[in-house]
């Protein structure tokens, strides 16, 4: 995996402020956050899925 520093987070973050402007950061913000929470809340239902299947067995 890309090892990514400090100054490559605040490059990407200043051009994202010019890309989208100060405006839609807090949206683009708010959809990543939901995404990231919907993902993780999605992996972990199947691990628990395998888990209870491997309990069963």
Not at 24 to 34: D, N, R, S, V, W
């Amino acid at each position: 995996m890309a090892n990514i520093g400090v100054p490559s987070l605040i490059l990407i973050l200043v051009l994202a402020l010019i890309i989208f402007g100060p405006s839609k950061l807090p949206e683009i913000g708010q959809a990543f956050g939901k995404t990231l929470r919907e993902f993780k809340d999605s992996a972990k239902d199947v691990l628990d899925d395998e888990d209870n299947e491997k309990k069963k067995k």
